[in-house]
């Protein structure tokens, strides 16, 4: 897999591509609850190559402990999802970011669990993560080139569903939608610049809580 070098080619590769896109907005989400997440652009464990944040939940959280995720969570009354993706970022990693290192935004994703995702896509190349532990168990660095892996995503169908689910295999575990849903996305909007949709794919069973 060919690296990503996480240089400014990247950054303004990247906003331009978000730039372009014809983002779709749920302006009334109806009885879904808004929530935000960062997909964080940071370096790698391998200097000078890009990365995205992920986390692993920790299992005392009443709804998705234990659970692969973006930092993130529930929209504040007040606020903006960019506000909200930053604030998660700092509560749950300790990352200080503004919003002059928002580079776009990617697709609402409705969930089963009731919520409308609105994925915020950060620059922050070189963040020390000091994960909270009464939210993530762990933190972790993921090469973007993981993205690219040689069939991924696995698109599989399943009986409870006309919708077929998706997921993304990559080196901490096999990561399920919404989170492999948003990081698809992402990879096909801003690494590769292709327009693409994933609001179609389904969440595993265990994830309709």
């Known amino acids: 897999m060919k690296s990503v070098p996480l240089d400014q080619a ?4 990247v906003a331009a591509r978000l730039g372009r896109f014809d ?3 749920q302006a009334d989400p109806g009885t879904l609850k808004r929530a935000a997440v960062a997909i964080v652009i940071a370096e790698a464990d391998e200097p000078g190559e890009a990365a995205f944040l992920l986390t692993k939940r920790t299992p005392k959280l009443r709804a998705h402990g234990g659970q692969w995720a973006l930092p993130g969570g529930r929209v504040d009354p ?3 999802i960019e506000q909200t993706a ?9 990352v200080l970011a ?16 009731g919520y409308l995702i609105a994925p915020v896509v950060v620059w922050a190349p070189g963040v020390t993560l000091t994960p909270n532990p009464a939210e993530v168990a762990g933190a972790y660095r993921i090469a973007c080139n993981e993205l690219f892996r040689d069939g991924s ?3 599989v169908a399943i009986e409870e569903s006309d919708r077929p689910i998706i997921r ?6 096999t990561v399920n939608a919404p989170t492999a849903a948003l990081l698809f996305q992402f990879r096909e909007v801003a690494l590769a610049g292709r327009d693409t949709r994933v609001d179609h794919y389904e969440q595993p069973v265990f994830a309709w809580r």
Do not use: F
């Not at 930053?86 to 300790?94: A, I, M, N, S, V």
């Not at 002059?100 to 669990?113: F, M």
């Not at 993304?168 to 575990?173: G, N, R």
């Open 23 to 25: 983002l779709r907005r």
């Open 98 to 113: 503004s919003t002059d290192d928002i580079l776009g935004t990617l697709d609402d994703y409705p969930t089963r669990s």
């Open 78 to 80: 007040g606020e903006t």
């Open 10 to 13: 990247l950054r303004a590769e």
């Open 168 to 173: 993304l295999p990559l080196p901490v575990a």
């Open 153 to 155: 995503p696995e698109i």
């Open 86 to 94: 930053l604030r998660e970022l700092h509560e749950e990693l300790g």
